[in-house]
Nanobody, 124 residues
Framework: QVQLVESGGGLVQAGDSLRLSCAGS????????MGWFRQGPGKERQFVSV????????YYADSVKGRFTISRDNAKNTVYLEMNSLKPEDTAVYYC?????????????????WGQGTQVTVSP
């Protein structure tokens, strides 16, 4: 069992930056790929980024490529999402998720555990 808790969301202006954190419980955190997803009002949950167990492989949605950076610190059981040059269309609830795999996956239905989400609001 893995419990995930996101933090770091907030209200910012377009062009600003935020760093989201996702703290995981359990001693086996480093066997999980960690993903970030987001869900805007009236929209389906959307893949944002994923990082493999070691941090050696990352993957991004086209909409955030070049602006967002995912990273992880397995010693702290934490994964991060650094978000730069934020746009109003980035407004959403951001969720982290864990998938026990050596690779990376992007489909939300494939993930085993989810956090409760953190709100990110970007004003024009």
């Amino acid at each position: 069992q893995v419990q995930l808790v996101e933090s770091g969301g907030g209200l910012v202006q377009a062009g600003d930056s935020l760093r989201l954190s996702c703290a995981g419980s359990g001693r086996t955190f480093n066997v999980y790929a960690m993903g970030w997803f987001r869900q805007g009002p009236g929209k389906e949950r959307q893949f944002v980024s994923v990082i493999n167990w070691s941090g050696g492989t990352t993957y991004y949605a086209d909409s955030v490529k070049g602006r967002f950076t995912i990273s992880r610190d397995n010693a702290k059981n934490t994964v991060y999402l650094e978000m730069n040059s934020l746009k109003p269309e980035d407004t959403a609830v951001y969720y982290c998720a864990a998938k026990r795999t050596l690779g990376v996956v992007t489909g939300p239905l494939l993930y085993d555990y989810w956090g409760q989400g953190t709100q990110v609001t970007v004003s024009p």
